[in-house]
């Protein structure tokens, strides 16, 4: 590979990058921007802020290709998280020893036969609140996948369906292996109520929730809205939705 030192921006469309290790942020501010075969592993100092390691933010339409690829932090820190953003698509991309590994902003993601993982967690210290760490946060945003990929190692959820910034709609898990966390899969309504259109199906969830057996955590209402099928734990018992643990 060829070593890259410093921050990356692209801004150019149609940008290829093949075989860079990154020893900094990627910016993504163009569309059909196509990043393979590379290594994102950030600075060498630890954050002292929040920040991204990938950051897409040319709008939904961006459609940026992330694939065979790894992304981590070279210098773990509570503040750093995997790519953050919308117009994203991941295709064998592991992701590692950061926070949130994928957070959703915003339209069209898609997260296919990726390895999620080894997520960072840090206790309160007095000054900074515990890191809640997921494997793929959503705040808002409509036609999402997370399908064919790996998901494991987060303490608060393998998917965080906030809502916190709005509505989510067409979310589909299908395909996966998850474990761990909290629940295993947690789906907030705040005050949007259930998400249109969300699908968790053949999937395979193992049994390394804090809470027992907690694959799929949501309310009646949301569970009444959802298409929840196939699923199984690792043991082959059906793995359904609860609405409390």
């Given at each position: 590979?060829?070593?890259?030192?410093?921050?990356?921006?692209?801004?150019?469309?149609?940008?290829?990058?093949?075989?860079?290790?990154?020893?900094?942020?990627?910016?993504?501010?163009?569309?059909?921007?196509?990043?393979?075969?590379?290594?994102?592993?950030?600075?060498?100092?630890?954050?002292?802020?929040?920040?991204?390691?990938?950051?897409?933010?040319?709008?939904?339409?961006?459609?940026?290709?992330?694939?065979?690829?790894?992304?981590?932090?070279?210098?773990p820190s509570r503040f750093v998280?995997?790519?953050?953003?919308?117009?994203?698509?991941?295709?064998?991309?592991?992701?590692?020893?950061?926070?949130?590994?994928?957070?959703?902003?915003?339209?069209?993601?898609?997260?296919?036969?990726?390895?999620?993982?080894?997520?960072?967690?840090?206790?309160?210290?007095?000054?900074?609140?515990?890191?809640?760490?997921?494997?793929?946060?959503?705040?808002?945003?409509?036609?999402?996948?997370?399908?064919?990929?790996?998901?494991?190692?987060?303490?608060?959820?393998?998917?965080?369906?906030?809502?916190?910034?709005?509505?989510?709609?067409?979310?589909?898990?299908?395909?996966?292996?998850?474990?761990?966390?909290?629940?295993?899969?947690?789906?907030?309504?705040?005050?949007?109520?259930?998400?249109?259109?969300?699908?968790?199906?053949?999937?395979?969830?193992?049994?390394?929730?804090?809470?027992?057996?907690?694959?799929?955590?949501?309310?009646?209402?949301?569970?009444?809205?959802?298409?929840?099928?196939?699923?199984?734990?690792?043991?082959?018992?059906?793995?359904?939705?609860?609405?409390?643990?």
């Open positions: 590979m060829t070593v890259h030192d410093g921050d990356l921006t692209i801004t150019t469309p149609g940008t290829v990058i093949d075989g860079l290790d990154i020893r900094g942020f990627v910016r993504v501010k163009a569309a059909n921007v196509v990043i393979r075969n590379s290594i994102i592993r950030g600075p060498a100092t630890p954050l002292t802020a929040p920040m991204s390691l990938v950051q897409s933010d040319a709008g939904p339409g961006t459609n940026l290709l992330i694939e065979d690829s790894e992304i981590y932090a070279q210098a998280d995997g790519i953050v953003g919308m117009g994203f698509t991941l295709r064998r991309v592991d992701i590692h020893t950061v926070i949130d590994q994928v957070k959703i902003i915003g339209d069209n993601v898609t997260v296919d036969g990726s390895y999620l993982h080894g997520n960072l967690f840090y206790p309160a210290d007095g000054t900074n609140i515990e890191s809640h760490d997921d494997n793929v946060q959503v705040a808002i945003g409509s036609n999402i996948q997370v399908v064919n990929s790996t998901l494991s190692g987060s303490t608060n959820a393998a998917v965080m369906i906030t809502q916190d910034r709005g509505s989510v709609v067409g979310f589909t898990f299908r395909g996966n292996s998850a474990d761990n966390g909290a629940c295993t899969i947690n789906v907030a309504e705040k005050i949007y109520g259930p998400p249109p259109g969300l699908s968790i199906t053949n999937s395979v969830f193992g049994t390394g929730q804090v809470h027992a057996r907690c694959a799929i955590l949501m309310s009646d209402t949301t569970k009444a809205a959802a298409t929840i099928t196939g699923n199984t734990f690792t043991d082959g018992s059906v793995a359904t939705a609860s609405r409390s643990y």
